[in-house]
């Protein structure tokens, strides 16, 4: 997000009209790599914002490097739970701020075993309680073979979602297949006996990254708005398993993968006028 803080505002401004209620910032640890904190600048940006339209964000967590050295973690969860006390972070389930989880198979050898990784997610759940008055409500983001997988068991997640949920056959498929896609990862998780919040793609395109595997058909702003519309209609027919009442969207801007919601030169805000459009009737 935000080549700018002037573009920041307008993607800002852009969101809120569209009806989504917050964003997932990809985290990156400043020691992860050399000049790794610049991918840090779009939550900077949005948190600079001096109005931020009741438009929130949360963070996705990444696995290994991305969560800086091992030996510093109790700093790093510092300014974890310092941001969790934003006000423009995401609760749910009352006062629980929401963290995703990505490749977490890398946390056991980036820890150094199953018991130091549950610990340090065990000191997070802690030091967040302790400063923020809330236990964080901790989503994996897996794919379905992962179900059963070692990390899952030491970390103790709270929820299972995705960070996209793709096919792994075909080539150029239609965009209806994605969302049956979609709808398999849910079911997936669900007979598992998790808790789930639904990935809903706004589209997968991985051909500008040489990704292989199948690639979809670009969404229509409508097609679009439908898939969320099912998420969130299977998050309210599956309340028990889905108390954080939310969907995640791929993506905001990840155009060179594919999915994507914010304003674009050949269709502008046309997408988000569908998703409000579709809010608007199913909030009626």
């Not at 989504?20 to 904190?37: L, M, N, R, T």
């Not at 997968?204 to 898939?227: F, I, L, S, V």
């Not at 969207?249 to 997408?271: F, I, K, M, Q, S």
Request: aromatic share 14%; hydrophobic share 40%.
């Amino acid at each position: 997000c935000g080549d700018s803080q002037e573009v920041m505002d307008r993607e800002i401004a852009f969101a809120k009209a569209g009806g989504i209620s917050y964003w997932a910032f990809c985290y990156y640890h400043p020691k992860s790599w050399e000049q790794a904190d610049a991918y840090n600048y779009g939550w900077r940006r949005f948190l600079a914002a001096a109005d931020k339209k009741g438009l929130r964000f949360c963070f996705i967590l990444q696995g290994g490097k991305h969560l800086g050295p091992a030996n510093e973690w109790g700093t790093t969860l510092s300014q974890f739970t310092d941001l969790f006390q934003n006000s423009a972070y995401q609760r749910v389930c009352g006062n629980r701020p929401l963290l995703f989880v990505f490749t977490g198979e890398k946390l056991i050898s980036h820890f150094g075993s199953a018991e130091a990784a549950a610990s340090a997610f065990k000191a997070l759940r802690e030091a967040s309680k302790k400063n923020c008055g809330g236990d964080p409500y901790i989503v994996a983001q897996i794919w379905p073979h992962q179900i059963q997988a070692d990390f899952l068991k030491a970390i103790q997640f709270d929820a299972l979602s995705a960070y996209s949920a793709p096919g792994d056959k075909g080539e150029n498929e239609p965009y209806a297949k994605l969302q049956e896609m979609n709808r398999w990862y849910w079911e997936q998780f669900k007979a598992a006996g998790c808790e789930v919040v639904p990935l809903v793609n706004a589209g997968w395109d991985g051909r500008p990254r040489n990704y292989t595997g199948a690639w979809y058909q670009h969404a229509t702003p409508k097609e679009a708005a439908n898939a969320i519309n099912e998420g969130l209609d299977w998050v309210l027919q599956n309340s028990a398993i889905a108390p954080a009442k939310t969907v995640l969207v791929y993506a905001w801007n990840e155009h060179d993968e594919g999915g994507w919601l914010c304003p674009t030169l050949d269709e502008g805000p046309a997408r988000l006028d569908a998703i409000k459009a579709m809010q608007d009737t199913f909030h009626k």
